[in-house]
């Protein structure tokens, strides 16, 4: 008789419950847990052929150094002997940790805690910073914390959802599958797709507005304009809970409709229809992910979002709100824990002496990083030109995905000592390591994720950890106490790691982040095995099923309001003769990252097989393309050979190209090998979107 596990899926950031079982032949079945409150039962493709990707056929199943097997105790005392040494010599900055979204909470809580508070260092930034971290950097700036006002429930309750940035068909399918149950339960429900590209998210649209790559700050703005004089502008709310707002509105009111227009590359018909579509509802959720995310001015895109929703006090009520979903499966996990170089742990700020003292004291730290540390595209330059003598990576594969790709591989070639933690042995970024560790992959591990709309769930093990392969955070407290700090890092379980995060967010809390997490911090192991799904953070006093924020107008500035940002629209020329086509990055449906895990199912990769670029018909016919020709795409960073797939879906001049393939799959099909290292200047987020490249049919020689 199969045993039933509940557990969560290990990919995009809407965290379906996940109902596992273990037949007596082994066979692994997956179904969606029906009582899970992100997904009630549903799965999408991924989720649903998770069973298929666990196979041990190229696991990472013993420890190796230099391309040889070793033991533990070898490979953990030469990463604690080198990471110690880098640091006597050089500082405590020498080194670094890049980790990652698919860290589990207590993975990244231990990974931070040994850099931030023992280490010394602020040198810990994550794959998330790809993904998410302007999100973060506009929350801060608009609420005092990285705290996401709403719940997915607010999606089925609105009167018009505007997804901006967002391909949820295919990059949040199972919310886009509540999505779309809502609006066919409620016909005059609206959806409002702002995009360049008509993705399959546009289906459902009532309206799609085209949009021009970073259009998104001159249409907010126009928008936030439009508001301010419309019976929607709700003086009655910004009075007493906002600040900032005649600055904000001063920036938003610089242009004219015809201007608007050019900037964002919409008809002024279409502006006017869009603006008075958002007037005339009370209830509005405004979706975004990575097409606002990923930009030099991700942070200034949120916020000019942001702002739409405090004009019109339409945040943190049921069905009205700003709301950024998060790619991975545990971003929002690592925000909490301080996974970011410019976080500390429990949403505390390590630019602030107070906060940094607590968590000292907490921890019983004998130093705690004083300022913030290196960000991911910085952190590789660091790499790169010598001053990180030692670098871990955990959970993540940066030669295919970060930016400028080439140039991370360069670099990790070059470092003195590169550690990585993974569960596939050959990846673009294992063959540069001097020292392999093997992780525990999906159905091993044990611990926590938390999803877009802040609900933590349990990842239970249900399967035998194969060969050696250990926890991360396992492996970070070995490393730790071989480091000298013995004592801050014996914990024998996940639980226990738990509960301290929970101790330490509620840790002579005065108030500021008004969290009431006193029933966590005692959780032990019974607790913690049965812990069912629940949001986090809670509002102190409140029960668990409170699930927005702000409805009551307090925020976490020190003087309680939220603040308008004032953001300019500033576009930058990128494309040029040589390079005249604007390419944008993004996801297809049926992978997950760089493939590593879903390029094992067959039934996935029938969906869609080979690397390709979206191409507009005229675009094609100019190159002399034909459909599924081989085409060359180049920036002065790299290139690449991928499918050419001619569709009316792509505006002129614009190109689109999934992230998923790498030199595994198909030769030179790395897309992040064309992406500069530029970032945005607020959340040092770097820019895969709008990206200037050359295209032409590749001609063998
Ligand atoms: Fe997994 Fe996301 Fe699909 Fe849900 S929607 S099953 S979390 S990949």
């Not at 040889?68 to 010599?89: H, P, T």
């Not at 030769?667 to 500069?676: M, S, T």
Request: aromatic share 8%; charged share 20%.
């Amino acid at each position: 008789m199969a045993t039933e596990v509940k557990t969560t899926c290990p990919y995009c950031g809407v965290g379906c419950g996940v109902v596992a079982t273990v037949g007596d032949d082994g066979g692994i079945g997956v179904k969606g847990d029906p009582d899970h409150p992100a997904n009630f039962g549903r799965l999408c493709s991924k989720g649903a052929a998770l069973g298929e990707t666990l196979d041990l056929d190229g696991r990472l199943l013993y420890p190796e150094i230099g391309g040889q097997a070793a033991e533990w105790d070898e490979a953990l005392d030469l990463v604690a002997d080198r990471f110690s040494q880098a640091i006597a010599e050089h500082g405590p900055d020498s080194v670094a940790f890049y980790v990652s979204g698919q860290l589990l909470t207590e993975d990244y809580y231990v990974a931070n805690k040994l850099m931030k508070g023992f280490i010394g260092s602020g040198n810990i930034d994550t794959n998330s910073r790809l993904c998410m971290s302007s999100s973060v950097a506009g929350h801060r700036r608009a609420f005092g914390s990285d705290t996401v006002p709403g719940c997915y429930e607010d999606l089925e309750l609105a009167d018009l959802v505007v997804l901006t940035g967002s391909n949820l068909a295919w990059c949040h399918p199972v919310l886009y599958q509540r999505l779309v149950a809502a609006k066919a339960a409620r016909p005059q429900m609206q959806v409002v797709v702002i995009d360049p590209r008509r993705t399959m998210t546009a289906d459902i649209a009532d309206m799609h507005l085209a949009i021009r790559p970073d259009g998104d700050v001159a249409l907010f703005n126009g928008l936030f304009a439009h508001l301010a004089s419309s019976p929607a502008f709700d003086q009655g709310y910004i009075s007493p809970h906002t600040s900032g707002f005649a600055e904000a509105f001063a920036a938003a009111s610089a242009f004219d409709q015809a201007t608007l227009a050019r900037l964002t590359g919409l008809a002024e018909q279409e502006l006017a229809a869009f603006f008075q579509l958002f007037e005339s509802s009370e209830k509005v959720v405004t979706c975004y992910s990575q097409g606002v995310n990923q930009s030099v001015s991700g942070t200034d895109k949120v916020n000019a979002i942001i702002n739409c929703h405090l004009a019109t006090g339409r945040i943190g009520r049921p069905g009205m709100g700003p709301f950024s979903l998060t790619g991975q499966p545990n971003a929002m996990g690592g925000r909490e824990v301080g996974g970011l170089a410019n976080m500390l742990a429990a949403h505390m700020d390590i630019e602030k002496a107070g906060d940094r003292d607590q968590v000292r004291r907490f921890w019983g730290a004998p130093a705690i990083a004083a300022r913030p540390g290196l960000k991911a595209v910085d952190m590789f330059r660091a790499v790169a030109d010598g001053r990180i003598k030692a670098i871990w990576i955990m959970a993540t594969n940066p030669v295919v995905s970060m930016p400028d790709a080439d140039a991370i591989e360069a670099a990790l070639r070059a470092c003195p000592f590169v550690v990585v933690s993974d569960v596939i042995r050959q990846t673009d970024t294992t063959r540069h390591a001097h020292v392999l560790l093997p992780s525990l992959g999906w159905g091993e591990k044990d611990g926590t994720v938390t999803n877009s709309e802040r609900r933590i769930s349990r990842q239970r093990s249900f399967l035998t950890a194969p060969g050696e392969a250990r926890a991360d955070w396992w492996q970070l407290a070995e490393v730790g106490s071989l480091m000298g700090f013995a004592g801050a890092f014996a914990y024998a379980s996940a639980s226990e790691i738990f509960a301290e995060h929970a101790g330490l967010s509620g840790f002579e809390n005065d108030g500021r982040r008004d969290f009431d997490v006193g029933a966590y911090a005692e959780i032990d192991g019974a607790g913690y095995d049965a812990l069912m799904p629940f949001q986090w953070p809670q509002p102190r006093g409140k029960a668990s099923t409170v699930t927005r924020f702000f409805a009551d107008g307090g925020f976490y500035h020190p003087d309680g309001r939220a603040r308008f940002i004032a953001t300019t629209s500033q576009i930058a020329k990128r494309v040029s003769d040589a390079f005249p086509f604007t390419l944008n990055t993004g996801r297809v449906r049926d992978h997950w990252h760089t493939m590593t895990r879903t390029g094992k199912s067959a039934r996935l990769s029938a969906h869609i097989g080979e690397p390709f670029v979206e191409i507009h018909p005229r675009d094609a016919m100019e190159l002399d393309l034909s459909p599924a020709d081989l085409v060359v795409l180049e920036s002065p960073f790299g290139a690449a050979v991928v499918r050419a797939l001619i569709t009316d879906r792509q505006a002129r001049g614009n190109l689109f190209v999934p992230m998923h393939w790498n030199d595994q799959f198909a030769a030179k099909a790395r897309i992040d090998a064309l992406v500069p290292p530029i970032t945005d200047p607020v959340s040092g987020q770097p820019a895969s979107k709008n990206v200037a490249v050359s295209a032409r049919r590749f001609a063998a020689s």
